[in-house]
């Protein structure tokens, strides 16, 4: 009986877990709870339904005592021949310039955020395509950046029947 109990609400909390506008999403922490320049983390996705425009998120996860209001990150989106498809300077803002008040979810002293990269992106061809991102601030060591990732989902699904 308890072994039936306990399946069934593994079972509620796996399907109550699923997005199915998620195709990929991935985060990569830094240890040391710092973001080196060298340090570029790389993202890789499978596309699979080219009909489709997808909507492609930053995840940011950094601590209430980031010294800075923003930041800075250039990406690249590479195909698997490692064509670069796109690539832009982008600014995020983690809190409030006037403020000081964070943005994003947080719990305690951290903070999450899911920022839109690229919106509405058709990819032509099937394939698996690599996201990478740079940090692009004025130091080569931004503290206080405890992960960064990748969320990539349908931004209006096409059905096709095939």
Same mark, same amino acid.
């Given at each position: 009986?308890?072994?039936?109990?306990? +399946?069934?609400?593994?079972l509620m909390g796996a399907i109550s877990c699923s997005d199915p506008q998620r195709v990929y999403e991935n985060n990569i922490d830094f240890n040391e709870k710092?973001?080196?320049?060298?340090?570029?983390?790389?993202?890789?996705?499978e596309i699979s339904d080219v009909?489709?425009?997808?909507?492609? %998120? %930053? /995840?940011?996860?950094? #601590?209430? #005592? %980031?010294?800075y209001h923003n930041l800075y990150v250039r990406y690249s989106l590479e195909d698997s021949l490692g064509n670069v498809l796109s690539s832009k300077l982008q600014n995020m803002d983690l809190f409030d310039p006037t403020t000081g008040e964070p943005h994003g979810e947080g719990l305690g002293d951290i +903070?999450? *955020?899911?920022?839109?990269?690229? @919106?509405? *992106? @058709? +990819?032509? /061809?099937k394939g698996i395509y690599r996201f990478k991102i740079h940090q692009f601030m004025r130091q080569?060591?931004?503290?206080?950046?405890?992960?960064?990732?990748?969320?990539?989902? +349908?931004a209006n699904p096409v059905v096709t029947s095939d």
């Amino acid at each position: 009986m308890i072994r039936n109990l306990l +399946f069934c609400f593994a079972l509620m909390g796996a399907i109550s877990c699923s997005d199915p506008q998620r195709v990929y999403e991935n985060n990569i922490d830094f240890n040391e709870k710092i973001w080196t320049v060298e340090n570029v983390p790389e993202f890789e996705f499978e596309i699979s339904d080219v009909p489709n425009t997808y909507n492609l %998120y %930053y /995840n940011v996860r950094n #601590s209430i #005592s %980031y010294p800075y209001h923003n930041l800075y990150v250039r990406y690249s989106l590479e195909d698997s021949l490692g064509n670069v498809l796109s690539s832009k300077l982008q600014n995020m803002d983690l809190f409030d310039p006037t403020t000081g008040e964070p943005h994003g979810e947080g719990l305690g002293d951290i +903070f999450d *955020h899911r920022i839109l990269a690229i @919106e509405g *992106h @058709e +990819f032509t /061809n099937k394939g698996i395509y690599r996201f990478k991102i740079h940090q692009f601030m004025r130091q080569d060591t931004v503290p206080m950046i405890l992960s960064v990732g990748l969320r990539v989902e +349908f931004a209006n699904p096409v059905v096709t029947s095939d």
